[in-house]
């Protein structure tokens, strides 16, 4: 029926003229490989009476009937290419006629790749490379559930780098060729990565020939191996069950470093390998044997060997070992040992961080005996002191006296210092002792040593005369005689008799008696006694003022001589030894005899009187009867006029004047008149200087200076006699009980009466340069002056205060840096920061060094001097807010006060065209003692203000001031000098 139909339909077409087959709808791939495909399609128009027809390019159209019964047809199209796009058409045929066409395109299956390789490997990656197929370009690797597409440049190979990959690890792969979208069938290998190394190496047991190594397992995976290779071994080392691997290294030499590579071993694959070194252990020395030894020391030797060696000591401790080569012996000295004690020496070899087990030697160290003893001696007393060996309480004593009678120490319950006392005892009587040291009952030998007690000096009785001293005395084989200038006798005592000869006259002598016991020079005892001066020699007398007074003459006697009293009729006068040997006497009688005596004078000692008969001028008598007759003239005048006026006038008591002690007034010198006040001072070699530096001798000695002599304070005065007066002196902070408000330094005033303007101290001594830098900062001065030299004539002068270089110094709670230093060809300028350590504040203090005056006297000109000051008053000037200017030079007085007065005076002579040079003088030695200390220094003061006049056009041109052995020493300086403090 249903092809009736078809016929009919066909028919009813044809009378149109034009036959149309319908296509197929749909053409599925129902199943394709690399040469098939298995097409399939729904039948046209649901006519199973069509056939078809299947044309692709470049092959015959074939001719497919339908077999089917279903309405389905299925077509196997073989011996296609693999992996090719085939073009397709397919036309509905039925007799003669073939519809349209239905076109589709098909794919078959590319094919596999035939071969991978590895090209490079590590252990977290690795590449592959593969021939392309039929020159493909698309492909897909399936590893560890991933799928990644594969770029492939130009080549006919893909190189594909796989990372990140665990290392150590077998990967499954599959590659797909893919070719529109359909993929090869997959071409499936496996690789292996490679393993890592080991994270490190331990040693857990090390002997001479053998080391146990341990690691832990590489990833935990007990499925590696590894391999061990050193020298030209190589072991391979089974995986092992636990975590971490040991493994024994067995037959290898003592005391040799071995390098070893130990490497990771999965499937034929070994990892780059950890590459470390390891020493096995060096033997033991073969023999120690005892070198030398004492009490606390011991040297060892033994063989020396390719090794360091170390040694080390039990049951009882040592710290001081040192071991040397010589040639091929070793030598050990070990000091510091505990005498009497036993010793474990322990001498190890060492070989990089390896140690021998050890070759052990026994030693006993010796006892030794107490090396030194004090002996404190008195009259009848002996105190025995010791202090305990090595500090160290084992040690026991027992000291034995002369007698026999022993006293027994234990070290345990004693002071460091061991102190027994022998009393009741005879003055100058000899002692014999033994000191041994006991340590478990054991005795030492013994230390053996003498003394004696002393003897009292002042019980003897010594005779003394102008140049000698004798006594007769006992415990003592030599006596020494020391004076004040540095002479000393040293002679022995003989028969118990001191004998000393050839003193010098007036000098003040310690005599120090001695006793020589065992090459031990022991003091006895010491005395104090002034020899008697000699007498002034060529006592003479000169007429002076007009027949009304004497001038006395005489020459100093030698030796020593503090002053010579020169007496006549009631008038007594003292002239010390430093000032001139002329006393002169005023408001005598003319023409009359005077007895004249004049003694001179040591301490408490005096010499022999000498007298002279001396007669005034009798040329002065007839000026003395006129005289007379006049006073009788006015005598009678006055009676006239009383009797006259005088019962006129009330009689009335005239009103005491009072009487006070006052400062000196001295009037101010015009710069006009200067000049001539200077020529009339200098007349009669400086006469005028002298009268009126003698009246500045006394100025303000009688203040107190309680503060400076106070026991804690002495040792802080460079000069006895140089002491800063209590009421002006500098007084510092005291911070602590270990502190003192004390130095050496008085207060001084400025120009105008300014207050505190200067700071005058004496030079620092080694112990007081750090209160030096307190009083710097305290009072915070900015400039500092020094007129001295640290050393001159080989005598130390002053402490250098200031770092040697530029390296900062550290002076109590002060860091003092040098800034810059400038050397002229008189002074040298320096700049020092000054830091206080405690705040970290900072200041800058300027340090002029005038280095051209000479130890005793004056510069050799005023020039220099002057320019100084004018450096020095710039800088003063230009300081903001500075505190005092401190000026030193050794004691501080003298230079010192010739600088100080001459930036004063100067400023006056400026300001006010006058200049008062004593009286400033005057109210410096208010404040400190011998400011301007010589009378060659205030010469010198006049002559520093005459050159700036001159300088200045004032005064006539003459000469700058030159310095002269024929000045005048002031009598104080000079006799300070004397006695061994001049400044």
Same mark, same amino acid.
């Given at each position: 029926?249903?092809?009736?139909?078809?016929?009919?339909?066909?028919?009813?077409?044809?009378?149109?003229?034009?036959?149309?087959?319908?296509?197929?709808?749909?053409?599925?791939?129902?199943?394709?490989?690399?040469?098939?495909?298995?097409?399939?399609?729904?039948?046209?128009?649901?006519?199973?009476?069509?056939?078809?027809?299947?044309?692709?390019?470049?092959?015959?159209?074939?001719?497919?009937?339908?077999?089917?019964?279903?309405?389905?047809?299925?077509?196997?199209?073989?011996?296609?290419?693999?992996?090719?796009?085939?073009?397709?058409?397919?036309?509905?045929?039925?007799?003669?006629?073939?519809?349209?066409?239905?076109?589709?395109?098909?794919?078959?299956?590319?094919?596999?790749?035939?071969? +991978?390789? !590895? /090209? &490079?490997?590590?252990?977290? *990656? #690795?590449?592959?490379?593969?021939?392309? $197929?039929?020159? %493909?370009? =698309? @492909?897909?690797?399936?590893?560890?559930?991933?799928?990644?597409?594969?770029?492939?440049?130009?080549?006919?190979?893909?190189?594909?780098?796989?990372?990140?990959?665990?290392?150590?690890?077998?990967?499954?792969?599959?590659?797909?060729?893919?070719?529109?979208?359909?993929?090869?069938?997959?071409?499936?290998?496996?690789?292996?990565?490679?393993?890592?190394?080991?994270?490190? +190496?331990? !040693? /857990? &047991?090390?002997?001479?020939? *053998? #080391?146990?190594?341990?690691?832990?397992? $590489?990833?935990? %995976?007990? =499925? @590696?191996?590894?391999?061990?290779?050193?020298?030209?071994?190589?072991?391979?080392?089974?995986?092992?069950?636990?975590?971490?691997?040991?493994?024994?290294?067995?037959?290898?030499?003592?005391?040799?470093?071995?390098?070893?590579?130990?490497?990771?071993?999965?499937?034929?694959?070994?990892?780059?390998?950890?590459?470390?070194?390891?020493?096995?252990?060096?033997?033991?020395?073969?023999? !120690?044997?005892?070198?030398?030894?004492?009490?606390?020391?011991?040297?060892?030797?033994?063989?020396?060997?390719?090794?360091? @060696?170390?040694?080390?000591?039990?049951?009882?401790?040592?710290?001081?070992?040192?071991?040397?080569?010589?040639?091929?012996?070793?030598?050990?000295?070990?000091?510091?040992?505990?005498?009497?004690?036993?010793?474990?020496?322990?001498?190890?070899?060492?070989?990089?961080?390896?140690?021998?087990?050890?070759?052990?030697?026994?030693?006993?160290?010796?006892?030794?005996?107490?090396?030194? !003893?004090?002996?404190?001696?008195?009259?009848?007393?002996?105190?025995?002191?010791?202090?305990?060996?090595?500090?160290?309480?084992?040690?026991?004593?027992?000291?034995?006296?002369?007698?026999?009678?022993?006293?027994?120490?234990?070290?345990?319950?004693?002071?460091?210092?061991?102190?027994?006392?022998?009393?009741?005892?005879?003055?100058?009587?000899?002692?014999?002792?033994?000191?041994?040291?006991?340590?478990?009952?054991?005795?030492?030998?013994?230390?053996?040593?003498?003394?004696?007690?002393?003897?009292?000096?002042?019980?003897?009785?010594?005779?003394?005369?102008?140049?000698?001293?004798?006594?007769?005395?006992?415990?003592?084989?030599?006596?020494?005689?020391?004076?004040?200038?540095?002479?000393?006798?040293?002679?022995?005592?003989?028969?118990?008799?001191?004998?000393?000869?050839?003193?010098?006259?007036?000098?003040?002598?310690?005599?120090?008696?001695?006793?020589?016991?065992?090459?031990?020079?022991?003091?006895?005892?010491?005395?104090?006694?002034?020899?008697?001066?000699?007498?002034?020699?060529?006592?003479?007398?000169?007429?002076?003022?007009?027949?009304?007074?004497?001038?006395?003459?005489?020459?100093?006697?030698?030796?020593?001589?503090?002053?010579?009293?020169?007496?006549?009729?009631?008038?007594?006068?003292?002239?010390?030894?430093?000032?001139?040997?002329?006393?002169?006497?005023?408001?005598?009688?003319?023409?009359?005899?005077?007895?004249?005596?004049?003694?001179?004078?040591?301490?408490?000692?005096?010499?022999?009187?000498?007298?002279?008969?001396?007669?005034?001028?009798?040329?002065?008598?007839?000026?003395?009867?006129?005289?007379?007759?006049?006073?009788?003239?006015?005598?009678?005048?006055?009676?006239?006029?009383?009797?006259?006026?005088?019962?006129?006038?009330?009689?009335?008591?005239?009103?005491?004047?009072?009487?006070?002690?006052?400062?000196?007034?001295?009037?101010?010198?015009?710069?006009?008149?200067?000049?001539?006040?200077?020529?009339?001072?200098?007349?009669?070699?400086?006469?005028?200087?002298?009268?009126?530096?003698?009246?500045?001798?006394?100025?303000?000695?009688?203040?107190?200076?309680?503060?400076?002599?106070?026991?804690?304070?002495?040792?802080?005065?460079?000069?006895?006699?140089?002491?800063?007066?209590?009421?002006?002196?500098?007084?510092?902070?005291?911070?602590?009980?270990?502190?003192?408000?004390?130095?050496?330094?008085?207060?001084?005033?400025?120009?105008?009466?300014?207050?505190?303007?200067?700071?005058?101290?004496?030079?620092?001594?080694?112990?007081?340069?750090?209160?030096?830098?307190?009083?710097?900062?305290?009072?915070?001065?900015?400039?500092?002056?020094?007129?001295?030299?640290?050393?001159?004539?080989?005598?130390?002068?002053?402490?250098?205060?200031?770092?040697?270089?530029?390296?900062?110094?550290?002076?109590?709670?002060?860091?003092?840096?040098?800034?810059?230093?400038?050397?002229?060809?008189?002074?040298?300028?320096?700049?020092?920061?000054?830091?206080?350590?405690?705040?970290?504040?900072?200041?800058?203090?300027?340090?002029?060094?005038?280095?051209?005056?000479?130890?005793?006297?004056?510069?050799?000109?005023?020039?220099?001097?002057?320019?100084?000051?004018?450096?020095?008053?710039?800088?003063?000037?230009?300081?903001?807010?500075?505190?005092?200017?401190?000026?030193?030079?050794?004691?501080?007085?003298?230079?010192?006060?010739?600088?100080?007065?001459?930036?004063?005076?100067?400023?006056?002579?400026?300001?006010?065209?006058?200049?008062?040079?004593?009286?400033?003088?005057?109210?410096?030695?208010?404040?400190?003692?011998?400011?301007?200390?010589?009378?060659?220094?205030?010469?010198?003061?006049?002559?520093?203000?005459?050159?700036?006049?001159?300088?200045?056009?004032?005064?006539?041109?003459?000469?700058?001031?030159?310095?002269?052995?024929?000045?005048?020493?002031?009598?104080?300086?000079?006799?300070?000098?004397?006695?061994?403090?001049?400044?």
């Amino acid at each position: 029926m249903e092809r009736v139909l078809t016929l009919v339909l066909l028919c009813a077409l044809s009378t149109l003229g034009q036959t149309v087959l319908p296509n197929v709808d749909k053409v599925s791939i129902l199943a394709r490989t690399e040469t098939v495909l298995t097409l399939n399609w729904t039948i046209a128009g649901g006519n199973r009476n069509y056939s078809y027809t299947l044309v692709r390019e470049g092959v015959l159209d074939e001719q497919i009937n339908v077999t089917e019964s279903g309405d389905v047809v299925t077509h196997e199209v073989p011996s296609l290419s693999p992996g090719t796009k085939y073009s397709f058409t397919l036309y509905t045929v039925f007799g003669e006629d073939r519809s349209t066409g239905h076109h589709f395109f098909a794919v078959t299956v590319p094919s596999n790749v035939e071969n +991978v390789n !590895v /090209i &490079d490997r590590k252990e977290f *990656e #690795m590449t592959l490379e593969w021939e392309k $197929v039929n020159n %493909r370009s =698309d @492909y897909e690797l399936e590893y560890n559930d991933k799928i990644e597409s594969v770029p492939t440049p130009g080549g006919s190979s893909v190189v594909y780098r796989v990372t990140p990959l665990s290392s150590g690890t077998e990967v499954f792969f599959t590659i797909y060729t893919v070719f529109e979208g359909v993929k090869s069938r997959g071409y499936n290998f496996s690789r292996v990565t490679i393993p890592s190394n080991v994270g490190s +190496v331990s !040693v /857990i &047991d090390r002997k001479e020939t *053998e #080391m146990t190594l341990q690691w832990e397992r $590489v990833n935990n %995976r007990n =499925d @590696y191996t590894y391999e061990l290779v050193y020298g030209e071994k190589k072991e391979p080392i089974a995986t092992q069950p636990d975590s971490l691997v040991v493994y024994k290294v067995e037959s290898l030499s003592s005391g040799t470093e071995y390098s070893f590579t130990l490497s990771t071993v999965f499937k034929d694959l070994k990892s780059s390998g950890y590459k470390f070194a390891r020493v096995t252990v060096p033997s033991n020395v073969e023999k !120690v044997d005892l070198a030398e030894q004492n009490d606390t020391d011991v040297i060892l030797k033994w063989d020396k060997k390719t090794y360091n @060696y170390a040694l080390e000591c039990s049951k009882n401790p040592c710290e001081n070992i040192s071991i040397t080569a010589e040639g091929n012996t070793i030598m050990c000295h070990i000091s510091g040992l505990i005498p009497a004690a036993n010793y474990i020496f322990t001498v190890y070899t060492e070989f990089f961080d390896a140690r021998s087990s050890g070759f052990n030697y026994n030693h006993t160290t010796t006892l030794s005996n107490v090396t030194e !003893v004090g002996v404190d001696r008195s009259l009848t007393q002996l105190t025995i002191k010791w202090n305990k060996l090595n500090k160290n309480d084992i040690y026991n004593y027992t000291l034995r006296d002369n007698h026999g009678t022993e006293n027994n120490f234990t070290g345990s319950v004693m002071d460091d210092e061991i102190i027994h006392i022998y009393s009741h005892l005879t003055p100058g009587t000899i002692h014999s002792f033994t000191l041994f040291t006991v340590v478990n009952d054991v005795r030492s030998e013994g230390y053996k040593f003498k003394s004696i007690t002393t003897i009292p000096c002042e019980s003897f009785n010594w005779t003394v005369t102008n140049s000698s001293i004798v006594a007769q005395v006992n415990s003592s084989t030599r006596v020494i005689a020391e004076n004040s200038t540095g002479n000393s006798k040293n002679d022995p005592v003989v028969d118990n008799r001191v004998n000393l000869q050839e003193l010098y006259p007036g000098a003040i002598y310690n005599v120090s008696l001695w006793y020589d016991l065992d090459s031990e020079e022991l003091l006895q005892c010491s005395h104090l006694l002034t020899l008697d001066p000699n007498s002034v020699l060529n006592l003479q007398c000169k007429y002076f003022s007009g027949g009304y007074g004497l001038a006395v003459i005489w020459d100093h006697p030698y030796g020593v001589m503090d002053v010579v009293q020169v007496d006549i009729g009631s008038q007594s006068f003292n002239r010390s030894s430093n000032e001139s040997s002329r006393q002169e006497f005023k408001n005598l009688q003319v023409a009359h005899w005077y007895k004249v005596t004049a003694t001179s004078f040591s301490g408490a000692k005096k010499s022999k009187m000498e007298s002279l008969n001396c007669q005034t001028d009798p040329a002065g008598v007839i000026a003395g009867v006129l005289v007379f007759f006049l006073l009788v003239i006015l005598i009678c005048a006055a009676v006239y006029w009383w009797l006259r006026y005088g019962s006129a006038k009330q009689n009335k008591s005239p009103k005491p004047v009072d009487s006070k002690v006052t400062k000196k007034s001295y009037k101010l010198i015009p710069e006009d008149k200067f000049p001539e006040h200077f020529r009339n001072m200098s007349r009669d070699e400086n006469r005028g200087f002298s009268q009126e530096y003698e009246d500045l001798s006394s100025v303000g000695i009688e203040q107190s200076s309680v503060a400076a002599l106070l026991p804690e304070n002495k040792d802080k005065n460079r000069f006895t006699n140089v002491l800063p007066y209590d009421s002006s002196r500098v007084q510092l902070t005291v911070n602590d009980e270990d502190n003192s408000d004390y130095i050496n330094a008085n207060y001084m005033p400025g120009y105008d009466n300014a207050s505190k303007q200067y700071i005058a101290a004496q030079g620092p001594l080694p112990s007081t340069v750090n209160d030096f830098w307190r009083m710097v900062w305290e009072k915070r001065s900015k400039t500092i002056i020094m007129v001295t030299n640290c050393t001159e004539s080989g005598r130390i002068k002053c402490e250098q205060y200031w770092p040697l270089d530029y390296s900062p110094c550290l002076y109590g709670n002060l860091v003092v840096t040098v800034k810059s230093e400038n050397k002229a060809s008189s002074w040298t300028l320096r700049e020092f920061n000054v830091k206080d350590k405690s705040t970290s504040e900072t200041r800058t203090v300027k340090h002029f060094h005038f280095t051209a005056w000479p130890d005793h006297g004056v510069p050799s000109g005023t020039e220099e001097l002057i320019q100084f000051r004018g450096l020095v008053r710039q800088h003063i000037e230009s300081s903001f807010s500075a505190g005092p200017t401190v000026v030193h030079c050794s004691a501080g007085v003298g230079r010192t006060g010739t600088l100080i007065a001459l930036d004063v005076l100067l400023q006056q002579l400026d300001r006010e065209k006058a200049v008062g040079i004593a009286a400033f003088v005057q109210q410096m030695r208010f404040c400190r003692p011998l400011m301007v200390q010589t009378e060659s220094q205030y010469v010198f003061l006049h002559q520093c203000i005459m050159d700036s006049l001159q300088s200045k056009g004032v005064a006539k041109s003459e000469p700058l001031y030159e310095n002269s052995d024929m000045i005048y020493v002031n009598a104080i300086a000079l006799r300070q000098y004397e006695n061994g403090s001049k400044i």
